[in-house]
């Protein structure tokens, strides 16, 4: 599945058109998970001009790897009580 935007958003812009695709990608085609997902940016300066990405040295930044969210703690939490049957 492709998804192509194809305007200069801001970042909050881009993140918020980024949700509502894939709202409407989930509710349309009742899709529920995906994998191997790549994003290719264009960055600019609001002007429409290129800008780079840079590290602390000055090289170029040009990929960024990631294993997904953050994991949540109060996903893991189990209270005492959980972890004994009640019967």
Not at 14 to 40: G, K, M, P, S
Request: glycine share 6%.
């Amino acid at each position: 599945m492709k998804i192509t935007i194809r305007r200069e958003l801001t970042i909050y812009q881009l993140r918020q058109t980024i949700f509502e695709q894939l709202n409407r990608l989930e509710d349309r085609f009742a899709v529920r998970h995906a994998r191997n997902t790549t994003i290719y940016l264009s960055f600019t300066n609001g002007f429409g001009n290129e800008v780079r990405c840079i590290d602390q040295r000055g090289g170029d930044v040009n990929e960024v790897h990631s294993e997904g969210p953050y994991p949540c703690a109060a996903e893991h939490f189990e209270t005492p009580w959980m972890e004994h049957d009640h019967e």
